[in-house]
């Protein structure tokens, strides 16, 4: 039994941007998150991930996809976060996303063709102009909307990563591949 995931139907530009990608990079804040931070008294930072996002990025990883984070901030879960999902390549507290989108290019040697990225503020638009995919989430600021060749239908924290992820997977075809056991008859 095929079993697709909920993802639009792309047409044939954007198909053409999605097969190449080999990494996806992610922003933290209005990304994997919702963009709130909470302040403890002590002055830690602690946010909120979507599971369902971090289950996108798990089904990527397991198609041989990689994923990088770069955040503009630093906070201690973010590193809980990403060791969790064995997420290898992350960056924070870079305020020239650029100079990290570089530095991953390097370590993996990738083309910019072959790098998908998503943002939803102004600090992500320099990588958004260099990646072969760039996308930003649904209540991303207006001004970076005209830089993204998708828009999420969900926000960010609230399901948009796994869209992503879902999306790359079915264009690659890879999909099925990686959900056929949730979906087997034999649930051994």
């Known amino acids: 039994m095929r079993h697709e995931s909920s993802v639009h139907a792309v047409d044939e530009a954007?198909?053409?941007?999605?097969l190449p990608v080999r990494m996806v990079i992610f922003d933290v804040d209005g990304v994997l998150t919702d963009g709130g931070i909470t302040i403890h008294d002590d002055g830690s930072e602690s946010k909120t991930f979507d599971v369902k996002d971090g289950h996108g990025i798990k089904l990527l990883q397991r198609s041989g996809l990689q994923v990088a984070l770069i955040s503009g901030r630093f906070c201690v879960s973010v590193l809980h976060r990403a060791k969790g999902l064995g997420i290898e390549h992350v960056y924070q507290g870079i305020h020239r996303k650029v100079e990290a989108y570089e530095q991953i290019?390097?370590?993996?040697?990738?083309?910019?063709?072959?790098?998908?990225?998503?943002?939803?503020?102004?600090?992500?638009i320099p990588?958004?102009?260099r990646v072969g995919f760039a996308v930003c989430v649904q209540d991303a600021v207006e001004h970076v909307k005209p830089f993204?060749?998708?828009v999420t239908s969900r926000p960010g924290g609230r399901g948009a990563a796994r869209?992503?992820?879902e999306l790359i997977l079915q264009v690659q075809g890879l999909w099925e591949g990686v959900t056929t056991r949730y979906f087997s008859e034999d649930p051994a």
């Open 14 to 18: 954007l198909r053409e941007r999605i």
């Open 148 to 150: 993204a060749h998708y």
């Open 163 to 165: 869209e992503v992820c």
């Open 127 to 129: 990588v958004m102009r």
């Open 105 to 124: 290019k390097a370590a993996t040697g990738l083309e910019d063709r072959q790098m998908a990225y998503v943002g939803d503020d102004l600090i992500d």
